[in-house]
């Protein structure tokens, strides 16, 4: 699992990409409408930041800041630490573990955004993992 290309994890997944202008009550409105947990902030197509949930519930919610009239760009964080998509996921987890984050903005050469990985991929991976061995103990149980 660790050692599979960031590539195959996002497999063209869709992401919430918008500029840094965009109030916070409509980038949230995307996230929830695409279902992510994070929007990459974009200027001129290249990545200059991410907004996270967490972003949503402690940096605007719980500072008493309005959602309508925030926008993304004053409470981003900016740039943040990315990957390309030719890294191992093991890299992605490294980087989580030691920044404390639980998202990671995949990049290409020109840091023109290509998707993020989350803390959630790791729980899907293991998921099939462990729905793999469920199989394999049931095919063990019919054979005995």
Do not use: W
């Not at 995307?30 to 992510?36: D, G, I, K, P, V």
């Not at 630490?81 to 639980?102: C, I, K, S, W």
């Amino acid at each position: 699992m660790p050692s599979r290309p960031i590539h195959q994890i996002l497999a063209d997944r869709p992401f919430v990409c918008v500029p840094a202008d965009m109030p916070v009550s409509a980038v949230t409105r995307l996230m929830n409408a695409q279902e992510r947990s994070a929007a990459l902030i974009v200027e001129h197509g290249v990545l200059t930041g991410i907004f996270t949930e967490r972003d949503a519930t402690f940096r605007v919610l719980a500072a008493g800041l309005d959602p309508e009239t925030t926008t993304v760009g004053a409470v981003m964080t900016h740039n943040p630490q990315t990957l390309t998509e030719d890294r191992p996921f093991g890299h992605a987890l490294h980087l989580m573990y030691e920044n404390g984050v639980r998202h990671v903005p995949v990049v290409d050469a020109s840091k023109r955004p290509l998707g993020v990985v989350t803390a959630r991929d790791a729980l899907a991976l293991d998921a099939l993992d462990f729905g793999a061995e469920l199989v394999r103990r049931e095919e063990i149980t019919v054979i005995l």
